[in-house]
T-cell receptor, first 114, second 114 residues
Framework: DGGITQSPKYLFRKEGQNVTLSCEQN?????MYWYRQDPGQGLRLIYY???????QKGDIAEGYSVSREKKESFPLTVTSAQKNPTAFYLC?????????????FGDGTRLSIL | AQSVTQPDIHITVSEGASLELRCNYSYGATPYLFWYVQSPGQGLQLLLK??????LVQGIKGFEAEFKRSQSSFNLRKPSVHWSDAAEYFCAVGASYNTDKLIFGTGTRLQVFP
C-alpha cells in the first residue's frame, strides 16, 4: 500500500543536540510538508517542498532545517537553536504543489526533551 | 491571508445521536475547504473536501459537510455517531494563490458516550 512513513515514532533530544526526523513517501507525490502540532493548536507549517532540491520556509522555520535530495524523502532536522522542540511532528505530501490540494499525512513523530 | 475558526473545543455526544461540528473561515478568494480527522497518536486522515460545485459534500465514514458562502461556514455533520468516531476533527482552508498556505483550525475533540 502507498503511504507516508515517519520514523521514529518517539524521539528524545538532549540539550544542545540536533535530531533528524525521517519522512518517506511512496505515493509519487511532488510536494511534501512538515507541520508542528502542539496541544490546543492547529497544525503550523515548518517547511515545504514542491520539487526536488527546492524548499521554502513556512510560518515557524526558525530552529529547523530540511533537505529534499530525492522525491520520496523529506527529512527534518530539529537543531539546538529550537528552544522549545517538544511537540508532535507531522509530515504530509500532495500530488501537486499548491495549498489547494488534499494532503496525505504520516503517523507522526513525538519529540521530547530529556 | 485566510483564517479558520472552530468555535467548539470539545463536544460530547451519545452514540447514535446526530453530530454537527462548526467551522467558520475567512478568505478573500474562492476557498478550498477540507475536514480531517485525527485519532490519538496518529496522523490526519482526509474526510472530505470542497472545491466547487454542489455545496453539500459527501465524505468517508458517513460524514458530510455543507458550504455556505453567505455564512462563511463549512460545518461537518453525521446523522448517527458511532463510538469509533471519537477523535479530533480539524477544518482547514486552502489557498487559491500560491502565496497562501493551508490553514488549520485548532480542532474539535469529539467524545462519544455509549
Amino acid at each position: 500500500d502507498g503511504g507516508i512513513t515517519q520514523s521514529p515514532k518517539y524521539l528524545f533530544r538532549k540539550e544542545g543536540q540536533n535530531v533528524t526526523l525521517s519522512c518517506e513517501q511512496n505515493l509519487n507525490h511532488d510536494a511534501m510538508y512538515w507541520y508542528r502540532q502542539d496541544p490546543g493548536q492547529g497544525l503550523r507549517l515548518i517547511y515545504y517542498s514542491q520539487i526536488v532540491n527546492d524548499f521554502q520556509k513556512g510560518d515557524i522555520a526558525e530552529g529547523y532545517s530540511v533537505s529534499r535530495e530525492k522525491k520520496e524523502s523529506f527529512p527534518l532536522t530539529v537543531t539546538s537553536a529550537q528552544k522549545n522542540p517538544t511537540a508532535f511532528y507531522l509530515c504530509a505530501s500532495s500530488p501537486e504543489d499548491g495549498f489547494n490540494q488534499p494532503q496525505h499525512f504520516g503517523d507522526g513523530t513525538r519529540l521530547s526533551i530529556l | 491571508a485566510q483564517s479558520v475558526t472552530q468555535p467548539d473545543i470539545h463536544i460530547t455526544v451519545s452514540e447514535g445521536a446526530s453530530l454537527e461540528l462548526r467551522c467558520n473561515y475567512s478568505y478573500g478568494a474562492t476557498p478550498y475547504l477540507f475536514w480531517y480527522v485525527q485519532s490519538p497518536g496518529q496522523g490526519l486522515q482526509l474526510l472530505l473536501k470542497y472545491f466547487s460545485g454542489d455545496t453539500l459534500v459527501q465524505g468517508i465514514k458517513g460524514f458530510e459537510a455543507e458550504f455556505k458562502r453567505s455564512q462563511s461556514s463549512f460545518n461537518l455533520r453525521k446523522p448517527s455517531v458511532h463510538w469509533s468516531d471519537a477523535a479530533e476533527y480539524f477544518c482547514a482552508v486552502g489557498a487559491s494563490y500560491n502565496t497562501d498556505k493551508l490553514i488549520f483550525g485548532t480542532g474539535t475533540r469529539l467524545q462519544v458516550f455509549p
